[in-house]
């Protein structure tokens, strides 16, 4: 089978196996701190899509976010960057608005990415150069727009803290009406369809974007960090996504006077 059609198989036989353990009781533990979880299910399915990958394609190389690949610090031959669940207090407290992402890069070059909303039934999907669909129906080129007439993307949790406040506020003062999902990989598509015309987080990890920014990129979407700079696959980033028009307006007009803070920012999180 063509990896592209492995992978989509793949992604959905995943998220059918998640709904069919919706209603089961969760074992759900704490990782970085009391509000960052995981559960079974998050574990159950990394490791089933692993396992998978490994069976047909032994020499490709994972970094899934329960514990695959955290030590890989390159980007050669080819690699899945996977979040078996994105938005997984969601998950546990909505039981939806979650998403199952997969980034695939060969010789670190995007190659396809896939965000299953397993709920909805909604996969986005695209390969490199191929243009993006959700389910069978392609995506059209975005539309540019400017600031004012933008609903962003943006998770309040971040304006609890007064240096992020400083540049973010603004934005959401200056825009239409700021909107947060829960779900990057979500957040991310959303943007891909024209329905956000901009996301932005100050923190994510590569397996919260990777698949989102293929489906992005095919649309004719930036994707960058908050310094413009190419979003790596192998440490934490800012991330700002957007229609073309609107993804240089707020780097330029909001993000780029706090680049001081936003280099000290970027330096911790290489780091990590
Ligand atoms: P997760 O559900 O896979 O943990 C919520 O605003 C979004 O940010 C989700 O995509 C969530 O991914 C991600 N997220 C939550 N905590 C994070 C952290 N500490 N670092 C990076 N991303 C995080
Ligand atoms: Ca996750």
Redesign the pocket.
Known sequence: MHLYDFAKSLVLEAGNNIRKKMGDTLAIEAK?NPN?LVTNVDKETEQFIVSQIQESYPNHRIIG?EGHGHDIETTEGIVWVI?P?????NFIHQSEN?AISIGIFKEGKPYAGFVYDVMRDVLYHAKSGKGALMNEEPLPLLEDTVVSESIIGM?PNWLTKPKLSTMLVPIVSDSRSAR?Y????LEIVYVATGQLAAYM?P???P??YAGGLIILEEVGGIATNFLGEPLAMTY?NSVLVGNKKVHTAIRQDYLRQHDETLIALHEKLKNK
């Open positions: 970085s960052d976010e979040d669940i994105d938005g997984t207090l979650f998770n947060a829960g779900s990057a990989a987080t923190r994510l990890q397996w919260d934490p």
